[in-house]
């Protein structure tokens, strides 16, 4: 008999200590994201029987890692590509309980990228822009182009040997000097300026899956002989020919005479041929 009431005695702490563990009503989210920083709050407080720890595991390294809180924030910068687990671990040393909130992380870090473009043969005013990084299929691409009384204020030296970021950081630019953007995704875009002389170009990447986002800027001096520093022109390779195939979407080893056959190229193009 003793047996049993020491049994149910320790059943009724047990439950009872059950009961005050809900940890239902707190949360653990991320609230804030700048490109490659996030910044995660909960709604936890430390007191002298709760306490939480924010841990990062790094699925490249498989190695874990504890973030600073600060006061129920903290801030991670991802500098790599890879994915992540975010966790925080609270514990209740009073009620004997703990529990954990996770948030899965994966980042895109953007490679070299940068905006290119070409001047029509004979007009010095028509631009073809071209941003690079074509390869990921979640990214968007947008451009910004600003001409502002701010860059005739400069000298020749200046202009060509202050940094393109420094222009747009420096400068609040007001709604007149925005002469161009996009509100649809395109990589490529054409723009005819009608004024000539000093202009930047912003672009900016967005990769709409992981929500992180990265700028360039590019200074250019439109229908002048003076050359645009930090710019690179477009220069494209000739397509090189990764399959030969017949009219049934077969891949083809062996040419045959008087045989219809479709070339297909690593940009994208084919070509339909008789072999001859």
């Known amino acids: 008999m003793k047996k049993i009431i020491t049994l149910l005695t320790i059943l009724a702490i047990s439950t009872a ?20 920083v996030f910044t995660f709050q909960t709604n936890i ?25 600060w006061r129920g924030f903290t801030q991670i910068q991802f500098n790599t590509k890879g994915k992540y687990r975010v966790t925080l671990k609270a514990t209740d040393k009073c009620d004997g309980c703990d529990t954990t909130f996770k948030y899965e992380v994966d980042i895109t870090i953007f490679g070299k990228v940068d905006v290119l473009w070409k001047v029509g043969a004979h007009h010095c ?34 202009w060509e040997n202050i940094t393109d970021s420094s222009i747009y950081n420096g400068y609040d630019f007001p ?3 925005l002469v161009y953007y996009n509100l649809s ?15 930047l170009v912003v672009g900016y990447w967005l990769n709409r899956c992981t929500g992180i986002d ?28 990764i399959g030969i195939y017949d009219m049934m979407g077969r891949r083809v080893y062996a040419i045959r005479k008087n045989e219809v056959l479709i070339y297909i190229y690593d940009d994208g193009s084919r070509k339909k041929i008789v072999q001859e």
């Open 17 to 36: 200590t059950q009961a005050r563990c809900n940890w239902s009503g707190y949360w653990m989210k991320k609230v804030n994201q700048q490109q490659n």
């Open 214 to 241: 990265t700028f360039v800027m590019r200074k250019i001096e439109v229908c002048t002989n003076r050359s645009t520093s930090g710019i690179t022109k477009i220069i494209r390779p000739e397509p090189k020919l």
């Open 45 to 69: 407080h430390k007191d002298t029987c709760v306490d939480y720890q924010w841990i990062i595991y790094d699925y490249q390294l498989k190695r874990n890692d504890t973030m600073p809180d």
């Open 175 to 177: 709604e007149n000097d």
């Open 125 to 158: 005013k028509y631009y073809i822009f071209e941003l690079t990084n074509l390869n990921d299929t979640c990214a968007e691409y947008y451009y910004t182009i600003y001409k502002g009384e701010y860059f005739d204020t400069m000298s020749q030296s200046r």
């Open 185 to 199: 995704s395109q990589r490529s875009v054409i723009h005819e300026f009608q004024d000539s002389g000093r202009h």
